[in-house]
């Protein structure tokens, strides 16, 4: 499974920026997709994630301003970013749970995201 995102850029706080996840390769062995993202010093973190079912889960910290998606038509994910905060600043990062008899990750190469206040 190959993964590319693209859409992120600089924006201004209390701004909005979507950025998308196109898979290919062995997409049909994708058990869930998310995002996650790293800020300079800090762990890479959990964002947003979503199953083949739509169910979907969110860090508490993007609750209510972030929204993920997916087409499966497409193969894509997306990542809604509303009401965006300096701290939302990071390297955004496509994620997916592959199945199968290996499991594994599948990182693309992320895309960052600058918030400016």
């Known amino acids: 499974v190959q993964l590319v995102e693209s859409g992120g850029g600089l924006v201004q706080a209390g701004g909005s920026l979507r950025v998308s996840c196109a898979a290919s390769?062995?997409?049909?062995?994708?058990?869930?997709m998310g995002w996650y993202r790293q800020a300079p010093g800090k762990q890479r973190e959990l964002v947003a994630a979503?199953?083949?079912?739509?169910?979907?889960d969110y860090a508490d910290s993007v609750k209510g301003r972030f929204a993920i998606s997916r087409d499966n038509a497409k193969s894509t994910v997306y990542l809604q970013m509303n009401s965006l905060k300096p701290e939302d600043t990071a390297v955004y990062y496509c994620?997916?749970?592959?199945?199968?008899?290996?499991?594994?990750?599948?990182w693309g190469q992320g895309t960052l995201v600058t918030v400016s206040s």
């Open positions: 994620h997916a749970a592959v199945g199968g008899p290996l499991p594994l990750d599948a």
């Open positions: 979503i199953t083949t079912g739509g169910s979907t």
């Open positions: 390769g062995n997409i049909f062995s994708i058990n869930s």
